[in-house]
């Protein structure tokens, strides 16, 4: 999960001599944000932008339809890798996200869709902006690595 990229708890911000000894308590970006509800909120926001953005309409093509089970097994997902109970490894075992993602070309245009639809839903979901800009790294790092096509 991405708690290595945000570096929650990093106790090294900690070591400082007038420092105190007893480090504040571990967060996960999954309790950050507020739970599941609000994790649940961010996959449905992500799906809601990607079928009505004309911005999107090329990555919506690409994603079988109805999207009724992709929206719960990003979730699912969502869930374990923000911190949450790994949902989508207890029913279907380890992501393997780039595997899966082979069967469709992803290039730079196909990442920047996607970033599109997930900027919007963080801007609309996420309240607080530390977090909103931390996640949008996080999820930016993960676009960029699902791509697999060479650049154009
Ligand atoms: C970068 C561009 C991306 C494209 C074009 C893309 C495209 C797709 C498509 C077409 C599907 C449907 C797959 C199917 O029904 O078989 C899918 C499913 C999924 N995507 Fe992506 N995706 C991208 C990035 C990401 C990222 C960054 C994540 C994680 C944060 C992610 C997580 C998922 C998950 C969890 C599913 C459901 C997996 C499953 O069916 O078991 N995707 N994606």
Redesign the pocket.
Same mark, same amino acid.
């Given at each position: 999960m991405i708690r290595k990229l945000f570096k929650i708890g990093d106790k090294s911000s900690n070591t400082a001599p007038s420092a105190p000894k007893h480090p504040t308590p571990e967060q996960t970006p999954y309790q950050m944000m507020g739970g599941a509800e609000a994790v649940r909120q961010l996959s449905d926001r992500f799906y809601d932008i990607m079928e009505q953005a004309p911005e999107a309409s090329e @990555?919506l093509a690409? /994603?079988?339809q109805p999207m009724d089970s992709?929206r719960e #097994?990003?979730y699912e997902?969502l869930s374990g890798?923000l911190g949450g109970p790994g949902l989508f490894e207890q029913k279907?075992g380890h992501?393997r @996200?780039r595997a899966? /993602?082979l069967p469709?070309k992803?290039d730079d245009e196909? #990442?920047d869709q996607?970033m599109f639809c997930m900027n919007r839903a963080l801007d609309i979901e996420i309240d607080t902006p530390l977090l909103r800009e931390q996640l949008r790294q996080a999820?930016s790092q993960?676009?960029d690595h699902?791509r697999n096509q060479p650049p154009a």
């Open positions: @990555l690409i /994603h079988p992709i #097994r990003f997902f890798w279907y992501p @996200l899966r /993602h469709f992803i196909m #990442r996607w999820f993960l676009a699902m």
